[in-house]
Each structure stands twice: as C-alpha cells, then as structure tokens.
C-alpha cells in the first residue's frame, strides 16, 4: 500500500502542476489586440430597442422630405454637361490619395451616374420627375420600413445617391448629407425589427434585442468614422501648435461685419464673443480633442448626450463664421435613446395623477 502510494507520487505531482495552469488567474494573458477585439464585439452586441432604430428612420426620412422640397434639381438639366466632369484628380498634386478617390470612374459608379456611360443627361421635367419619386419612396420608406427584402430603402437610396450625385460630382454639399446617407445604408444592411409606423406602438413595449443592438451599433460606428476621420485629418493636416492658432474670434468678428452689410445672416449672439480672444485658445482645440475621443461612445453609449450637446454648441458656433451645419445638429436624433426618453415622459406625466 505504501509502495503504491509512493510510485503515485510523479502522477500526482504532474497532475497538481496540470491543475495549476488551468487555474485562469494563472494563464497567460490575452494579447492586447485579441482583448480590445473582445471589448469590440460586446459593445457591439450589446442588446437595444428595435423601437428606437424605427423612430430614427423616422427622424431622417422627415429630414432628407425636407431637404428635397428645398431645392429644384431640374436645375441640373440646363447647364452644359460638360460641367460635371472636373474631378479631384484634376485639382490635386499626383502623390495625394485623394486622387484614388476622385477618379471619375468611381464617383460615377458610387453615384449611379454610370448609367450616362450609356444614356444622356436627363430634362429638367425628367429630373424633376425623379425628385418627387425619391420624395414619394422616403415617404414609404417613413410609413412602411423597409419592405421586403428591403426593397423600398434600396430604391430610396437609389435615387437620393442619383440625385445628390450631381451634387457630389460638382463637388459640393458632401460634408452636410453624407452622414445622412451612411444611417440609410446602416439600417438597410443591419437585421433588427424594422416595422410599420401602426405597428410602432406595439414595438416600443418589446424588450432589448441583440439584433437591435447590433443595428444601433452600426449607427454609432457611422457617427465615429466621420467624426474621428475629421479629427485624424486635423493631425495630417496641422501641427499641434497650429490647434492653438486659429482666430476664431477674429472670423466670427469679420463675418458679423460682412452681414450687416449684406444678405447674410448672423446671429446677434456672437456678438458676446468680440474680444473674448481666450476662446481662441479653448474652442478648436476642444473641437479636435472631441473628434480624436468620440470613439469612445461606442463603448459608453451613455455618453451619446454629452458628445450630442457639445456638438450642438459646436455646429452652433460654426454659424458664427457662415458655416450652416444644422443639419448635423438634427441628425443626432438618431442615435438618442426614444424608448427611454418616452418612459422618461410617461413617468412625469403619470406622477401629477397620482398626486391628485
């Protein structure tokens, strides 16, 4: 029995040894990539209301209505065609990327207007035409979702990226719309429960889905490429010192002069700011600072209000110096939490009651 126990001894030993490695406070730790990709893929899964995705269609459809019943884009059918064809590659050094992004045969074919490799411009009547259809479809997209097997988002997207093309091809309007364009793209790609507007109702009183987290996560990840591809492009393009340079002060100074004594508008506010040159030295440097840490919303969506209120003082200022960005204060409201924000009513409302 002794001599038993003793020759056990090596297969115990290795055993306890075995153990011991198994044991997780003793293995070895996860590579930091392998961890932040972890972190990654919880936050992204992180289960949220179906409900809010279907108010935030809501909220951009009404915008993008808004934005078509504001201009003619029969106008693009009387000037020369020839005026669509001056490219980013044109106007930049060869040894710049942004010559792979403006070659024409990318920007045609991102925009639809491939199709004029074939067929020429169209009418004013024909573009105008195509204008109340897109209306039309956002207004089904708005009421219906996305329909089955998302074929009403896929022809809205069809013909606002048509339409805004030519737009995009003259160069302009890119920075105020296309935020607007990736939350389409995000809901037409994402899986979560996409409902009629009657059915919304019913919706809000379902609990969290992973579906919808995901959905919602896609929607962040829309806001952080854009906002922290501004804040590294003002790294490529500026020195650190050159954060603390700019006068800002100055520029809404020089545009409230330049309005009085023209058609531009300003508002009286700015005028609070004459001589405050400190701002200097705290407002655009808080504005790339904000850029360069918005990631970090993706793993705090609690924090979605602070970066919502900084950036709405921020796009306010920017009327300061005639840069009108309203629409990126509007288009937050598609990441704030409406099913909370509703219970949060629901609560008050139901409280003055039960007093009495």
């Known amino acids: ?60 459809c009404a915008f993008l209505i808004w934005k078509l019943f504001s201009r003619d884009f029969g106008f693009f059918g009387t000037v020369p065609e020839e005026i669509f064809y001056f490219y980013p590659y044109h106007l930049y050094p060869m040894d710049k990327w942004i010559l792979w992004t403006g070659l024409p045969v990318i920007q045609e074919l991102l925009t639809f207007h491939w199709i004029h490799w074939f067929l020429p411009h169209p009418s004013v009547g024909v573009l105008r035409f195509i204008q109340g259809l897109t209306i ?13 097997k998302s074929v ?55 609990h969290r889905s992973a579906a919808g987290g995901r959905a919602f996560s896609n929607l962040i990840l829309v806001f952080v490429f854009y906002y922290f591809a501004s804040g590294v492009n003002k790294l490529t393009d500026l020195s650190i010192l050159e954060w603390f340079q700019y006068d800002l002060v100055d520029a809404i100074e020089v545009h409230s002069i330049v309005a009085a004594h023209s058609t531009l508008d300003s508002l009286g506010f700015f005028r609070l ?65 409406w099913h909370e924000i509703i219970d949060w009513l629901r609560a008050k409302r139901r409280k003055p009651t039960a007093a009495r």
């Open 273 to 337: 700011f004459d001589g405050f040159t400190l701002f200097n030295y705290i407002g655009p440097p808080a504005v790339y600072i904000s850029h360069l840490t918005v990631p970090i919303v993706f793993f705090r969506k609690n924090l979605i209000p602070k970066f919502f209120l900084f950036y709405f003082l921020f796009h306010l200022m920017t009327f300061g110096v005639g840069i009108s960005f309203s629409g990126y204060i509007f288009v937050w409201t598609a990441l704030f939490s």
């Open 1 to 60: 029995m002794g001599n038993s126990g003793f020759l056990d001894l090596p297969v115990r030993a290795v055993q306890t040894v075995r153990n011991a490695f198994a044991e997780p406070w003793i293995l070895p730790e996860k590579p930091l990539i392998d961890r932040g990709f972890d972190r990654f893929l919880a936050a992204y899964n992180t289960p949220a209301y179906d409900f809010n995705l279907n108010v935030a269609r809501l909220f951009v």
């Open 136 to 148: 039309l479809s956002l207004a089904s997209l708005a009421i219906f979702g996305k329909g089955p």
């Open 152 to 206: 009403i988002i896929v022809i809205t997207y069809s013909l606002m990226i048509y339409l805004w093309g030519y737009l995009f091809l003259l160069g302009q309007e890119i920075d105020s719309i296309d935020l607007y364009f990736a939350i389409i793209l995000a809901l037409g790609i994402s899986s979560y429960s996409d409902v009629p507007i009657w059915k919304m109702t019913k919706l809000y009183h379902e």
